[in-house]
């Protein structure tokens, strides 16, 4: 046999051999192909199901995160895309992704007790005690009001039923509450022995700490000390909510420690409504005149 003849049947068998080793690879993968289609249209059906399933059980709408792909087709001519298509559907071989994803509407949380009696006083008839009070007790080191309303919810306060929180003194927490609910908050504090300090004034001059007031006289001290109590008072009626923030003004109007011009007023009705300001009564007739 000549060795150009010997050459060429060389050739042509490497030819064959790279022929089927693709053909075969083509084969693989329309195996593969035909099992991806199978399993995709199973798991659409299964997802029907489970859409018809929710849909039945609580009417939810129903979402799709992502669009389904359709599986690779087999290339009409052998070649690179043949080996590439070969080796991806090698590597899904065992697992198939659903890119369908469902999202189930949530099931609306229900109101707590305390929301639901905090609407049920909306409409109660008033009865019991009216009127607000401080109620003081000590603290053993400086707090913010966050750290004191945490610390009072952890102990089975209802703190929605605070109206305000200050420091009057640096050992004394004072807290505003209605007088309906001051014996029990009262109580809820005697149980874990924290002592109710019913004999604090929040007007004694011994309450100022500060040293720049050091040199004043007594009688000066206690104006210092009314001034900042009613600076405490005001800072008070700007954080409530101006259908409390009136009748609160009020009780301080009382006790004397905001004048009756301090009283926040605000409009029932209009753009306005909700929204309270301090007004003294010359502003008012002035507002009304220009009515």
Known sequence: ???DLALFLGNMQAQFMSLQQRTNELESLAATNARLTAQLVNAEKLIADLRSQLASQGNCQITTN?????????PKEPGTEASTWATTAAAAHNSVVVPTALSVCKTPRPPSVRQVAASARMFAIPTGPKGYQYVYIPRSRRL???EVRNSLKTLGVDTGRILDINF???DVVGILVHNQYAEKFQTTLTTVAIEILDAFDPLDPKNIADPKYKSLSDSELEEVAAELHSDRCMKALKYLRPHVAVPVGHFFCDQGWISK????VHSVSGPGAGIHDFQSPSRRTSVAMSE
């Open 1 to 3: 046999m000549s060795p």
């Open 168 to 170: 009057p003194a640096k």
């Open 66 to 74: 992502a669009s389904t792909s359709s599986a690779p087709t087999t």
């Open 261 to 264: 011009e301090d009283i926040p």
């Open 144 to 146: 913010t009001h966050r």
